[in-house]
């Protein structure tokens, strides 16, 4: 059971599309696996869109009897009103958007992940040991988002960090000083939080950080003064 979810005010954001793409494939992906949050976000839509027709309804709108005017349309050129006859002639387009889960492979493992992530597969997998990485182009200053995938037996050295650290787990299980998590969980952390991500069977995991990692322990400390290069 999904046991860590979007706080309301990035649901709402969401909602009002003002979420940068990074958050926003993160709010949209942890939906597909939260029947919950998706339920939230669809009544946050419904009353924003009443929320903005309400708006419309209440502005002053001038037709054409109150001004004693009567609008005509000029007639279009022939070759105008030919081209769109044309264009109106053609059979319609049967496009069907589909939602359903896709199909992610990395290394040996094979993953179905949430349909917001089509368009943003086209990058290569960097790889250091057990331990993968497919960033994505957001274009967002600062904020790096990412698939991450970790090897059975794999972990992420421990360490804090400059920013905040969002990870959405996809799919797997991974633990850390907090307890386990499972596909849905969208944990969102600051400063505050020293841990060291591992996991027994593997796990895939969109995350998304605003600054580097700060290791605290071990040899991983002697990665920290390139720490703006390989986040």
């Known amino acids: 059971m999904i046991k860590h979810h979007p706080q309301e005010a990035l649901l709402l954001a969401h909602a009002k599309g003002e979420l940068p793409l ?33 708006a419309q309804s209440n502005e002053e709108v001038i037709t054409a009897s109150q001004t004693d005017m009567t609008l005509v349309a000029d007639p279009l050129p022939d070759e105008l009103q030919a081209m769109l006859a044309h264009i109106f002639s053609q059979p ?14 990395i290394k040996t493992a094979t993953y179905n992940i949430p349909a917001v992530f089509r368009q943003h597969l086209t990058r290569p997998w960097q790889q250091l040991g057990k ?3 497919m960033r994505f182009d957001v274009d967002e200053l600062n904020t790096r988002a ?5 090897d059975a037996l794999g972990e992420i050295p421990q360490h804090t960090h400059k920013g905040y650290e969002l990870t959405l787990l996809l799919a797997g299980e991974f ?10 969980d969208f944990i969102l ?41 390989i986040y």
């Open 22 to 54: 990074s958050m926003a494939i993160a709010i949209s992906a942890h939906c597909s696996l939260c029947d919950k949050c998706a339920a939230i976000v669809a009544t946050l839509t419904e009353q924003q869109a009443q929320q903005v027709l309400s």
């Open 92 to 105: 319609e387009a049967n496009i069907t958007l589909s939602y359903s889960p896709i199909s992610l492979s």
């Open 131 to 133: 331990v993968s990485r």
């Open 189 to 229: 952390l600051d400063h505050q939080t020293h841990h060291a991500p591992k996991t027994k069977t593997g796990c895939l995991c969109y995350t998304v950080l605003d600054a580097p990692l700060h290791f605290t322990k071990g040899l991983s400390k002697l990665l920290n003064p390139i720490g703006e290069l």
């Open 146 to 150: 990412s698939l991450l995938h970790i």
């Open 175 to 184: 633990t850390d000083i907090n307890g386990e998590y499972v596909p849905g």
